[in-house]
């Protein structure tokens, strides 16, 4: 592949994850209110995170067609009008769902890694949130030392 090819496909990459971005909430909502995608609604959660985290340069450890796949997978999950329209109640999600599953199965293993990935972040940042309350509750706890020490040495001094 050429470097103008290989350009062109990043940035229709980059377009469709910045357009899948930004409608994260209908995705979502999808995911709640449609039956058809129910089973797949933590996987469609975490393929939005990865490309959310794609995104923003946040994990970019991926292979490009794990990434593209994912785009491509929330692309058709998002569009109304696919092989099976969405407004068709009962089946028009078997299509979606179709779509979802081979997309997983192609990115099982880059999904898993990145699933590992995402884990140990909320892990470090829950424990650097902790840490930083035990600062904040142990620096409080001096101020009111000192605090309670000028109170009594000022009560001290109004005695003498």
């Known amino acids: 592949m050429s470097d103008k090819n290989k ?6 990459l980059l377009e469709s994850i910045k357009l899948i971005v930004s409608k994260e909430d209908k995705i979502k909502d999808q995911v709640e209110s449609d ?10 959660l975490l393929l939005m995170s990865l490309v959310k985290d794609y995104y923003q340069g946040n ?4 292979p490009y067609r794990t990434i593209s796949a994912a785009v491509i997978g929330l692309l058709y999950v998002l569009n109304p009008i696919d092989l099976i ?3 068709i109640p009962f089946i028009g999600h ?3 769902a179709l779509v979802l599953k081979f997309c997983l199965k192609r990115m099982e293993k880059d999904l898993s890694k990145y699933k590992k990935w995402k884990n140990e ?3 470090a ?3 650097n949130t902790d840490s930083k ?3 904040d509750t142990k620096a409080k706890g001096k101020e009111e030392k000192k605090s309670a020490k000028k109170d009594k040495d000022s009560e001290t001094d109004k005695k003498s």
């Open 125 to 127: 940042s829950d424990k």
């Open 35 to 44: 039956r058809g995608l129910e089973r797949y609604a933590k996987d469609l």
């Open 7 to 12: 350009e062109k496909d990043d940035k229709g």
């Open 59 to 62: 994990y970019r450890n991926i």
């Open 85 to 87: 329209p969405d407004f």
């Open 133 to 135: 309350e035990d600062k």
């Open 94 to 96: 078997i299509d979606d």
């Open 121 to 123: 972040q909320t892990a």
